[in-house]
């Protein structure tokens, strides 16, 4: 098994324009887009549905008025929006469709469209994404850490050496290497890690360490969230 | 200081488009092209001119016939070309102008065309560029490593975080953390890191073993490369 890593919007753009018909990929956007994407289908969400713009969340919960609506704008909620985007919001959607607005982690399980496989992953079921590469094996993997804005995010490296660490693999290039070593060097200390990153840093700003805690949780759930073809997440 | 680091050619792509007039960039590209010019300044080269390809290396021997021309394609040696690109081979340039021929090295260099100070660094001068940045003290410093074709570079992410561990920077982004990571899980054995990247492993079954070991040495030399308005590096 080949497992290669990305790790910056620039090269997520690239990724459309890439072979991927025999690749699965494993998308990372650990604070927090498929942290909760993760903890919804571990508590019976039917399906995600990850979107770009609140627009776009209206527009598809017009033709799934059921479906649980969960996002935010600089912090604040949205008029008309059930939750917000707390990972915990998301235990509340058991048995219902989700459709929740998120910028890098939509764009990110998007580029990989064209994959044989797209899985979400995030520290809170990265054994159980192990377990099921180890088991599918493909031949080659890419692990995508969706980043923020136009930067590579550490918490979404530190994640892909976790799950490197737990696979197997027989080749890999140099931004999986890397990954290892971030893995090494926190020595499976995840919380310090998510601390420290900036996007944990601006969480506890804002006065949301508690979701910063609530993702830095290894392998909490088993569920291997796996996108279809109609861009849904459900659990596989 | 804030220290900021660019890992990808995909992100370097983007540096034209920023606004470095108040910033130093950083430039490693470790195997070997920045070696090589760190290498030339410090046996006395008056100047390096890097170049993208053969012809305009060809033209600018046309105007400074005196120079010393060194390239390869392929590993195989080029008709009228003096040397090839080891960075042994630059001990020759004592006195002389060297143009060679390097692709990431070369479009790393020029993509910080619009910064105030540019400086090629290498793990050779390492120590020296640290003690430039702290004495000059700019307020922010770009780290970018060239990479290998389209992906981030090992070796470079390893040089990234060795210059960053040598400063004292009060911010930094991910990518920053990310190389401080690597070169904390390296422990300091820069040799071994660079036997492992993808172009250590290539340049070792081409039989170049010894690029790999005369590369991995920190700080060798003290001189400090600096880009000129021309594209020429100069001692500082």
Redesign the interface.
Known sequence: MTVDTV??P??I??LPRTDLSRTTCVVFDVLRATSSIVTALAHGARSVHPVLTIEEALALRERMPDALLGGERGGDPIPGFDVGTSPAEYVAAAGRRVITTTTNGTVALRACAGAARVLAAALLNVDAVASDLRRSAPQHVVIVGAG?F?????ED?LAAGVLLHALDADAM???S??A???H???GGDLMSALR???NGRALAAQGRGDDVAWCARRSVWDVVPTMGADGAIRSR
Chains 1, 2 share one sequence.
């Open positions: 790790l910056t620039a090269e753009d690239l923020t136009r930067e590579a995010a550490l490296v290039n140099d931004a290497r890397a290892l070593a971030v090494a060097a926190t420290q990153s900036r």
